[in-house]
């Protein structure tokens, strides 16, 4: 398995894939929502899971090997539309964006139904889930980019559904260790704090980090 | 919002619920896959999103008012159908089936290109979402249930998308806080270990903890 993808794929190329395949992503939120919340009568409910096994038919003609990786372009784009978090093309990723100056990263996001824990409330573990992303890219941000050594969340108080932020900096680096910090919060504070510890993979060591563009 | 919902479902209410609406997010699961990992022609893809409009159309004739909550029924069946890592009705839970006796809880599971973060390989949040999980029904199983208070979560090893194995039992307990620890493993071992602290919040002190089975 190649670890580090880099392909030839041009501004063009990367904005058709977008245009093709996010629309299915976006669809495909909704549905996960209405898979938990719909109440519709099993006559529609059948008539739905007809037009479903109809377009996974259709998308299942032609589908690539393995996940979708990391892509890097030789034009300075990288795309991880796969990822859980961030993905564009992956419908359980919410999917956040992420802005990143050199100090910190930070994120506005919603996070509806499919998100819940305890009832109302955003599951504990998804925050956990997002905070790790964040502070990754807090790391890769401030040029120190790793695997996630260590994460520990501390939930200060219950995170309700609904509009949350999100933001992450890098606190030190020690050699190949990077040290980053953030929280998640909603209108009246923080929630949730945590902090990671972020390490080169011997395999990335020496190899280019990679472009800063990310997608 | 009601924290704790009790209802009247009959066993017959149950099964309905589970055969008329668990298909949807079966399908649902496979499209996120595909959504990620499909190469359709952009004809086939365009079709596609019309048969997932139509079924978005369908289910969304009627739709309950926010989250699906956790429901308790008086026959003592309690359904976290929504929950983002074990509901049967959420596409974004793969879902887990954690098998629960009294020492500690298991699930054995496959995570697929949508749990995602490094090139092949599991992201650090998804693990850190599924060990919040375990090691909650850990304290849950043990008597002693909770919300996460801290989790700290180790990353020994990277983890390949695949089949995996997860476990948790309850270090101790002491007052309001339960100790839970656990670990996921792939073929060749540990790949990340977890504890967590889980605190029985003030609003369900004094409640009963529910029934005991859980679906």
Redesign the interface.
């Known amino acids: ?5 880099v392909d030839d794929a041009t501004l063009e190329d990367i904005e058709a894939e977008r245009a ?2 996010t ?3 976006d ?2 939120r ?3 929502d ?9 006559a ?2 059948g ?3 007809e ?6 038919a ?7 090997e ?5 892509r890097h372009s030789r034009i300075g784009v990288t795309r991880a ?5 961030v ?1 564009a ?4 990723a919410p999917p956040l964006t992420i802005v990143r100056d050199e100090a910190r990263v930070c994120s506005e996001f919603e996070l ?9 409330l955003v ?4 925050l ?6 964040l502070l ?1 890219e807090a790391a890769a941000a401030a040029g120190a980019p790793g ?9 200060r108080r ?1 995170t309700p ?1 609904g509009a949350l932020h999100g933001e992450a900096h890098v606190d030190r680096v020690e050699g190949i260790k990077t040290y980053a910090v953030g929280h998640i919060a909603d209108a009246e504070g923080v929630c949730v704090e945590a902090e990671g510890v972020f390490i080169l ?1 011997r395999w990335a060591r020496g190899e280019q980090t990679g472009p800063t563009r990310f997608e």
Chains 1, 2 share one sequence.
């Open positions: 398995m190649s670890r580090y993808q093709t395949y629309p299915i992503a669809a495909t909704q549905l996960a209405l898979s938990i919340r719909t109440q519709a009568s099993p529609d409910v008539r739905a899971r037009h479903l096994e109809a377009a996974i259709l998308l299942g003609k032609d589908v690539m393995g996940s979708y990786g990391v539309w796969g990822n859980a978090v993905g093309r992956n419908p359980i509806s139904a499919a998100y819940e824990g305890p009832p109302g599951h504990g573990g998804v956990a889930l997002i905070l790790d992303q990754g695997m996630t050594g260590t994460l520990t969340v501390r939930y219950a559904l993979p």
